[in-house]
């Protein structure tokens, strides 16, 4: 089984500071996990991935996000917020197996405020 | 390069009439087929996959349907909408096995009234 929590619905930052979105997964496998960004009204962009090589995982438009097995936790940080940045943000994990069974998180809002 | 074209972007459709939805993919072959929804405030639930020519897997029972007539083209079908059928219906594709990205169509906007 697996699944995945994105622990703010909402999160607003000002433009300039840094933003963290959190992200803590289970699964019975060793996990691939993505973010996907989605603005409105569109479909989901992949900013970045972690399939079992480099912990820290650089993505684009800045993002970065860093696998912490012993947590449990796929964090996505960026240094400084850009208004273009609020949006909508989907973590996501993937198990094995011939089907690729994928698993959701609620996701969460930034807000970015001039 | 791989693309994925989803249509119509946006639908307005009584209760009780069909529906249509149709995907299709560019650039790749066997892929995997996806269609997810996304209900206003939550998250998105896959509603069905494929992983070849007529093979169909459900995941949440509903009377909406899916076919898959060639290997890149998916459609999601209803013979009679519900006002519940509303919300945001998205296409995916991916490859075979586990840690593959799966890439989303543009989305396509339903509204049952």
């Known amino acids: 089984a697996q699944s995945v929590t994105q622990l703010d619905s909402h999160v607003s930052v000002s433009e300039g500071t840094p933003v963290l979105l959190r992200c803590n997964y289970s699964?019975?496998?060793?996990?691939?996990l993505f973010w996907y960004v989605q603005h409105p009204n569109k479909g989901l962009q992949l900013l970045l991935k972690?399939?079992?090589?480099?912990?820290l995982v650089k993505g684009i438009n800045g993002f970065e996000a860093e696998f912490k097995k012993s947590e449990t936790s796929f964090h996505l940080t960026k240094p400084s917020a850009h208004m273009s940045d609020a949006a909508e943000y989907f973590c996501?994990?993937?198990?094995?197996?011939?089907?690729?069974?994928?698993?959701f998180g609620t996701g969460t809002k930034l807000q970015v405020i001039p | 390069s791989q693309t994925i074209h989803q249509w119509p972007a946006t639908l307005v459709q009584p209760v009780g009439s069909p529906l249509s939805l149709e995907c299709t993919v560019e650039?790749?072959?066997?892929?995997?087929l996806y269609w997810y929804r996304q209900a206003a405030g939550r998250g998105l639930q896959l509603l069905f996959y494929?992983?070849?020519?007529?093979?169909i897997s459900s995941e949440v029972p509903q009377n909406l349907s899916a076919s898959r007539p060639q290997d890149r083209q998916f459609i999601l079908s209803s013979k009679k909408l519900l006002l519940s059928d509303s919300g945001f219906y998205l296409c995916?594709?991916?490859?075979?096995?586990?840690?593959?990205?799966?890439?989303f169509g543009e989305g396509s906007w339903l509204t049952v009234v």
């Open positions: 995916a594709w991916s490859t075979g096995g586990s840690g593959n990205t799966i890439y």
């Open positions: 699964s019975s496998y060793s996990p691939s």
């Open positions: 972690y399939t079992s090589a480099a912990t």
């Open positions: 996501v994990v993937s198990g094995s197996g011939g089907y690729q069974k994928v698993t």
């Open positions: 650039g790749t072959s066997n892929p995997n």
């Open positions: 494929s992983v070849g020519i007529g093979q």
